[in-house]
């Protein structure tokens, strides 16, 4: 069982018992809490770990935690003795909805994230909603950005449910957030399935990442949590997106009022320069042939990929989206919740 310091203090023990009753031997790594450990040489010390252990083909490793765990015990799991089984066990509502689900594991480099690692599918993915109960609030509504996500790029139905039932979900209600959370493990399911390597539909689940990750490489990787940083990057795409012509109008003041329903920021707190920005869009990794790649809403609930969107639309809509979350602005108003109350109010009418 791999995890992190703060889901052993949790749950730890609990899992150890359920696991120990089964009546196999079990032995427990436990990595610090933290993107850090996502490391080459965390995963070097696991692997010690493991053959210290005892580990054999025949293992299986528990991935007991947020993306973090699942991300570098995935990993260990697929490169210790060439591959063992994997469980995935999410603690957070990000890996029950995202990362437990498609198989992508790795670790950073010091020249970006993600940069090593390997595609190696779960055995099983086993979410157990009582681990949200421990998780932080900002964590939690971080992880309903992926929710929303999937639902606008793939599910309409979802996505009204997810306008109707907001007050219950939010407030953890156990079977309406059961229901949701294993339909977006299903749909993410359903795509990989249909594109394990990412070279069509897959791509449609980075929607509002193109903006997030660049959001996130230019503020710093844990200023913004990444689901805030999608959430803004999600707005900006509907925004461009009705710009291009691709997105019917009102569609991105729509997902915005949800976005804030959710208790999710839609615009950049603090002032961000365009032009780092773009330069990040332009080193990522999900780059067209011939000009940038992004993913559109064609309509709530519905994804299309555009390979060929001219930078220039990009930098023009990225000086308006930018022009409306400016320190200076944000001064006016006395908190940020009645800001972004005002907004949501705008963005319903
Ligand atoms: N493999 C994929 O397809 C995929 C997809 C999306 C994201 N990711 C990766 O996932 C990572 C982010 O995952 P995350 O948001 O789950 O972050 P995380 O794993 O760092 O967890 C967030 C924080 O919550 C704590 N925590 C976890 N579960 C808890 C619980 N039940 N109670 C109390 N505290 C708990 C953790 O200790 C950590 O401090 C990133 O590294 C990202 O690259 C991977
Ligand atoms: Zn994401």
């Known amino acids: 069982v791999v995890t992190d310091a703060r889901v052993a203090r949790h749950h730890g023990p609990a899992v150890l018992k359920v696991l120990r009753r089964s009546g196999c031997p079990v032995s427990l790594s436990v990595v610090p809490a933290g993107e850090r450990s996502k490391s080459a040489a965390r995963l070097a010390l696991l692997w010690r770990e493991m053959a210290l252990a005892g580990c054999d083909r025949s293992s299986c490793i528990v991935a007991l935690g947020g993306g973090v765990v699942g991300d570098l015990a995935g990993f260990a ?3 210790i003795l060439r591959g063992v089984d994997l469980v995935q066990v999410p603690t957070t509502l990000l890996a029950m909805v995202d990362s437990s689900v498609g198989g992508k594991t790795g670790i950073n480099l010091p020249e970006g994230k993600n940069l090593a690692g390997a595609f190696h599918q779960p055995r099983a993915v086993v979410a157990d909603l009582d681990f949200l109960r421990t998780l932080p609030g900002r964590e939690l509504r971080s992880g309903w950005a992926e929710v929303v996500k ?3 790029i793939r599910d309409l139905a979802l996505w009204r449910r997810l ?8 407030a953890g209600s156990p079977a309406p957030l059961a229901r949701v959370i294993a339909r977006v493990a299903a749909i993410k399911a359903e795509v990989v399935g249909a594109d394990e390597r990412e ?3 897959r791509r449609i689940l980075n929607f509002g990442h193109t903006l997030g990750h660049a959001i996130e490489a230019v503020h710093g990787y844990g200023r913004l949590l990444h689901g805030e940083a999608v959430s803004i990057g999600m707005v900006f795409a509907a ?5 291009l012509g691709h997105t019917p109008a009102g569609t991105a003041a729509r997902l915005a009022a949800l976005l804030l329903a959710y208790g999710l920021p839609v615009r950049p707190a603090a002032p961000l320069s365009p032009a780092r920005l773009l330069a990040a869009m332009a080193r990522d990794k999900k780059r067209g042939p011939s000009g940038l790649r992004w993913v559109l809403l064609r309509r709530l609930g519905e994804a299309v990929v555009i390979d060929r969107v001219p930078e220039s639309a990009v930098r023009h809509g ?6 409306g979350s400016t320190s200076r602005k944000r001064r006016k108003t006395s908190t940020s919740t009645s800001r972004e109350r005002e907004e949501g109010e705008h963005e319903h009418e």
Do not use: C, D, Q, V
């Open 77 to 79: 799991a697929a490169s």
């Open 150 to 152: 999937t639902a606008a």
């Open 163 to 170: 306008e109707r039932e907001g007050h219950a979900l939010r």
């Open 199 to 201: 070279t069509g539909l």
């Open 239 to 243: 925004e461009l997106g009705e710009a």
């Open 318 to 323: 990225l000086g308006r989206f930018l022009a």
